[in-house]
Structures are given as C-alpha cells and as structure tokens.
Nanobody, 126 residues
Framework: QVHLVESGGGSVQPGGSLRLSCAFS????????MGWFRQAPGKEREGVAV????????WYGDYVRGRFTISQDNDKNTLSLQMNRLQIGDTAMYYC???????????????????WGQGTQVTVSS
C-alpha cells in the first residue's frame, strides 16, 4: 500500500522560508510522478510542483515558479519542497501526492488513482 506523510509546515512571516518533506513507501514503477498540491479555504486545489521520478523533469505553478523548488531523493524515499520568499497568498494546506501516466496531466488534474498524504499546514501572515 502507498503511504505518504508530510512534515515541515508552520507559520512564517512574509518573505520567510519553509522546507516541506514527504516520506513515502509502497511506491512502484507505475507511480511515474510525484508532486505537491495545495488548497486554501474557499479555493480549489491547485498544483504547486510536480517531478517526474525517472528523469527529474519538473513542472511549477505560475505563482510559485522562481520561489519554490521541488526535489527528490529516491534512495531515501523522500520528496521535498523548498519554499522561499513566501507570500500571504501561499497560505494553504499542502499535500504530497503520487500518480501514474503523464506528469503534465497529473499536475493539472490528478486522477482518481492518485495517492495522497494527509497534508501539512502552511500559514504566512504578518
């Protein structure tokens, strides 16, 4: 069974940084993509960053590109998200997920077969 556990969330001031981690297990070759998604109250879930496991190719959301960096350490079964220059608009619950097929499709619309962690809260406020 696939398990994903996020950690590293917290409260920071605008301009601050956080590093999120996702420890995973049960991932198979069919899980070609892994990524981070977020959802704020009153808003729909959106893709933050996705990485293709085999090649390391990445996709980023328009509002986080240049500020966030996704990385993977498959030997340690860990996915990370370095978040810099955080803004109030980044406040959301952040979820780690694994999916199959096209990573571009996964970024834009995760399918019902995707596996999800429980999430970690990120709050950016003055």
């Amino acid at each position: 069974q696939v398990h994903l556990v996020e950690s590293g969330g917290g409260s920071v001031q605008p301009g601050g940084s956080l590093r999120l981690s996702c420890a995973f297990s049960g991932i198979t070759a069919s899980h070609s993509c892994m990524g981070w998604f977020r959802q704020a109250p009153g808003k729909e879930r959106e893709g933050v960053a996705v990485i293709r496991k085999s090649s390391g190719q990445t996709w980023y959301g328009d509002y986080v590109r240049g500020r966030f960096t996704i990385s993977q350490d498959n030997d340690k079964n860990t996915l990370s998200l370095q978040m810099n220059r955080l803004q109030i608009g980044d406040t959301a619950m952040y979820y780690c997920a694994a999916g199959s097929g096209s990573c571009y499709t996964f970024f834009n619309k995760p399918g019902p077969g995707a596996s999800w962690g429980q999430g970690t809260q990120v709050t950016v406020s003055s």
